[in-house]
């Protein structure tokens, strides 16, 4: 698995450094707290990066902690997430999360998966997203990005990220796990894409079983119809260190 994300970071290193991912620049913000990682994760849904980043900063200079966010007015806080998508129903869902945080759980996250998705708007990817990016703990989100580059690659043959999420946790030693979701995120966003990925720069195409089947020429979709003969394929086979 190291060398599958340290040839992704190479190429896009060697094609021009992507920008960071909303999630890891919250991270890497010296204001950065779990409080401020979940409510971006839930804002993030179906939203472009560089606005996230800029409408979490916006709620954040407003709102310190789950408790004024707890107390905010909607009005405010639509006016103030308004570029991102879905505004209304996410200035709702954000004010019920703070709400939660606030009166059941003191103000601080939980670090705890069943708990996390027991909130309103947060699913499976966005507790992954909290676990990693707030508290550091080993889990691995999976968005499109993450769903679609493992199936390209032949590390699983799933249909939903859910499917995904676990047979990845299965085949990749714990210890990357930390860095496969922002890894892959940047990689879908600028070299796999989901159209026209970028097969002609990338480091990896070696082991890539949709560049290997000949699928990236012909424009098929991200999920190879066969398996490639000969080679490991199918995540059973597949071994990592
Ligand atoms: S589909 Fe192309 S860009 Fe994506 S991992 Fe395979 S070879 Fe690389």
Same mark, same amino acid.
């Given at each position: 698995?190291?060398?599958?994300?340290d040839g992704?970071?190479?190429?896009?290193?060697a094609?021009?450094?992507?920008?960071?991912?909303?999630?890891?620049?919250?991270?890497?913000?010296?204001?950065?707290?779990?409080?401020?990682?979940?409510i971006?994760?839930?804002?993030?849904?179906?939203?472009?990066?560089?606005n996230t980043?800029k409408?979490?900063?916006?709620?954040?200079?407003?709102?310190?902690?789950?408790r004024?966010?707890?107390?905010?007015?909607?009005?405010? &806080?639509?006016? @103030?997430?308004?570029?991102? %998508?879905?505004?209304?129903? !996410?200035?709702?869902?954000?004010i $019920?999360? *703070?709400?939660?945080?606030?009166?059941?759980?003191?103000?601080?996250?939980?670090?705890?998966?069943?708990?996390?998705?027991?909130?309103?708007?947060?699913?499976?990817?966005t507790?992954?997203?909290?676990?990693?990016y707030?508290f550091e703990?080993p889990a691995i989100p999976?968005?499109?990005h &993450?769903?679609r @580059?493992?199936?390209?690659? %032949?590390l699983?043959?799933? !249909?939903?990220?859910?499917?995904? $999420?676990? *047979?990845?946790?299965?085949?990749?030693?714990?210890?990357?796990?930390?860095?496969?979701?922002?890894?892959?995120?940047?990689?879908?966003?600028n070299i796999c894409?989901?159209v026209?990925?970028?097969?002609?720069?990338?480091?990896?195409r070696?082991?890539?079983?949709f560049y290997?089947?000949?699928?990236?020429?012909?424009?098929s979709?991200?999920?190879?119809?066969?398996?490639p003969?000969?080679?490991?394929?199918?995540?059973?086979?597949?071994k990592?260190?």
């Amino acid at each position: 698995m190291k060398k599958i994300l340290d040839g992704m970071m190479s190429t896009m290193n060697a094609v021009k450094p992507p920008r960071m991912t909303a999630l890891r620049e919250l991270h890497e913000a010296e204001t950065g707290g779990p409080f401020s990682i979940l409510i971006g994760t839930i804002l993030s849904a179906r939203t472009k990066d560089e606005n996230t980043a800029k409408v979490v900063r916006a709620l954040f200079a407003r709102y310190r902690d789950a408790r004024e966010l707890a107390g905010a007015k909607i009005r405010d &806080v639509e006016r @103030i997430i308004r570029p991102i %998508g879905f505004y209304r129903v !996410k200035a709702r869902r954000i004010i $019920e999360v *703070a709400k939660i945080v606030d009166s059941e759980y003191g103000g601080a996250v939980p670090e705890d998966i069943d708990k996390l998705v027991g909130m309103p708007g947060v699913g499976r990817k966005t507790a992954n997203c909290v676990l990693v990016y707030a508290f550091e703990k080993p889990a691995i989100p999976v968005d499109i990005h &993450v769903h679609r @580059i493992s199936n390209r690659l %032949g590390l699983v043959e799933t !249909k939903t990220p859910e499917e995904t $999420e676990q *047979a990845l946790m299965k085949l990749v030693p714990k210890r990357h796990w930390l860095r496969i979701n922002d890894t892959f995120v940047m990689y879908g966003q600028n070299i796999c894409k989901p159209v026209s990925p970028m097969c002609g720069v990338c480091q990896i195409r070696a082991d890539c079983r949709f560049y290997q089947t000949g699928m990236a020429a012909s424009g098929s979709s991200s999920r190879p119809a066969s398996r490639p003969r000969g080679g490991a394929t199918a995540a059973t086979k597949v071994k990592f260190s």
